[in-house]
């Protein structure tokens, strides 16, 4: 089992920068692939962004490549997406997931945390 919470969204203009954290629960982090996922408001949630359980291997979206990274940090149990020049359309909820084997499909994560919201301004 695995508890997912997220930090680090909030209010920024476009062009910002934000990082969002994901701090996990568990002692078998470093086992689970992880993830970020986005829902704006009346669009289906997608996928943004995936690292393996090393970290050694990550998958993007082709709408965040260049911009966002996503990294995470074993012994802290947690995750991190950087978001650089934040265009309004990156408004969504953003959400963390985990499972033993994920990918870039909704489906293949078992645990997911409760989202944080990131509004970019025009």
């Known amino acids: 089992q695995v508890q997912l919470v997220e930090a680090g969204g909030g209010l920024v203009q476009a062009g910002g920068s934000l990082r969002l954290s994901c701090a996990a629960s568990g002692r078998t982090f470093n086992n689970y692939d992880m993830a970020w996922f986005r829902q704006a408001p009346g669009k289906e949630r997608e996928f943004v962004a995936a690292i393996s359980s090393s970290g050694a291997r990550t998958n993007y979206v082709d709408s965040v490549k260049g911009r966002f990274t996503i990294s995470r940090d074993n012994a802290k149990n947690t995750v991190y997406l950087q978001m650089n020049s934040l265009k309004p359309e990156d408004t969504a909820v953003y959400y963390c997931?985990?499972?033993?084997?994920?990918?870039?499909?909704?489906?293949?994560?078992?645990?997911w945390g409760q989202g944080t919201q990131v509004t970019v301004s025009a």
């Open positions: 997931a985990a499972d033993w084997a994920g990918g870039n499909l909704i489906r293949q994560y078992a645990y």
